[in-house]
């Protein structure tokens, strides 16, 4: 039988993670298309040798006008997107065949596992991005950090389904030559999308993700409460719950602790993770209020589901450790330390207990 999903991929200079993207990708029946953006390196043979026709584009600056190509360029309507340095780690066929023909005009959301450290979970965070579409009824839009929109936009997008797809991305762990060239690239495309469309504040809210992941906390506090203080907030848009997350850790990183606490305004409508409850316990540690930090730790230890690896376990688990020690409770801290396992702040603690001589068990 004839595959009936067909993988769209753009591609520059990815010799690095394409063996490994195709190993992963090659072991289901999908159709794999690829389309090059100006590659110098040997991306195109190593793709040529395993067996896939690459097709050649002339970029445009348009991430959107490079994927619809790609896409207009498969044989099945049923599409994935995905990037080089994104591993396909599940993909249940039968089971996306079968949801796509019955949610033909809805998003397929896949859970991505970002590693921020090679081969290692610690650390991760994870999010459900919609990649799975019907190109019948989606295409891309945006220069950059394109969207799926609808071709008649009248018509709207319905919430995305959970897809039986599952993907590692590394993408964040780029040595740094290269992270500050894309950082660049990406500031001056979204600035330029601004310039075009000031009030669209998800491209406000990418800006503010870029200059965050560039630990220019700053800038990106200002793009962040640009989105807070502009649009309805909705419990369940992703990038509505990430702005208030970014806004409260850009605050915590430039020390404005106090001004970290009006984010609990937004607990009741985005504390469904554990993550808002971690930040929350974290701003009221470092204002010294440390009854209302246990609340929020104890809470995010009690729930499932986090957006980042160990905003569940180890981290909060590590700050009642310390609110234990403020109180001289020494063997509970030592208790709740020793439930971080490796978390390294958690062993320091641990070994400064232990032999600065407090009675601790």
């Known amino acids: 039988m ?29 159709e794999i298309v690829i389309v090059d953006t100006g590659s110098s390196d040997r991306s195109i043979e190593i793709a040529e040798e395993r067996g896939i026709k690459v097709f050649r584009y002339e970029w445009k600056n348009d991430f959107s006008d490079a994927r619809n190509y790609a896409v207009k360029l498969a044989k099945n309507d049923h599409i994935i ?13 039968e089971a996306l065949v079968w949801i796509m023909k019955e949610n033909p005009d809805s998003l397929g959301l896949i859970r991505f596992t970002n590693y921020m450290v090679a081969d290692s979970e610690k650390g991760a965070y994870y999010d459900w991005i919609a990649r799975i579409f019907d190109r019948r009824i989606f ?18 997008t319905k919430i995305g389904y959970h897809a039986p797809v599952e993907v590692i991305h590394t993408g964040y762990i780029a040595d740094g030559e290269i992270s500050e060239t894309k ?11 601004l310039q075009n469309n000031p009030d669209n504040k998800y491209i406000h809210f990418q800006l503010a993700q870029e200059l965050y992941n560039h630990e220019n906390y700053e800038e990106a506090v200002t ?8 649009v309805t ?12 997350m970014g806004y409260a850790d850009c605050l915590l990183h430039m020390g404005k602790h106090r001004e970290a606490l009006e984010v609990k305004k937004y607990v009741e409508a985005f504390g469904y993770t554990p993550d808002l409850h971690f930040l929350m316990g974290v701003a009221y540690y470092l204002n010294y209020d440390f009854m209302n930090a246990m609340q929020e730790f104890v809470t995010a230890t009690n729930m499932d589901n986090p957006a980042k690896e160990g905003t569940n376990t180890y981290l909060p688990l590590y700050y009642i ?15 709740f330390y020793r ?5 390294e702040p958690a062993e320091e603690r641990l070994k400064k207990i232990m032999t600065g001589g407090e009675n601790a068990d």
Do not use: W
């Open 339 to 343: 439930m971080c396992g490796d978390y």
């Open 233 to 244: 907030l909705t419990p369940g848009i992703e990038f509505h719950r990430l702005s208030v």
């Open 2 to 30: 004839m595959s009936q999903i067909s993988v769209c991929t753009i591609m520059k200079n990815e010799e690095k993670n394409l063996p490994k993207y195709l190993d992963a990708l090659q072991c289901y029946d999908v």
């Open 223 to 230: 793009q962040f409460k640009e989105v807070l203080d502009s």
């Open 139 to 156: 295409h891309y839009e945006g220069k950059i950090h394109e969207q799926l929109k609808p071709l008649i936009a009248e018509k709207g």
């Open 183 to 193: 950082f660049k690239r990406n500031i001056k495309m979204l600035k330029e999308e």
């Open 81 to 93: 997107s995905l990037d080089c340095d994104e591993f396909i780690k599940r993909l249940d066929i």
């Open 321 to 335: 450790g310390l609110i234990n020690e403020q109180f001289k409770n020494y063997s509970e801290a030592v208790r």
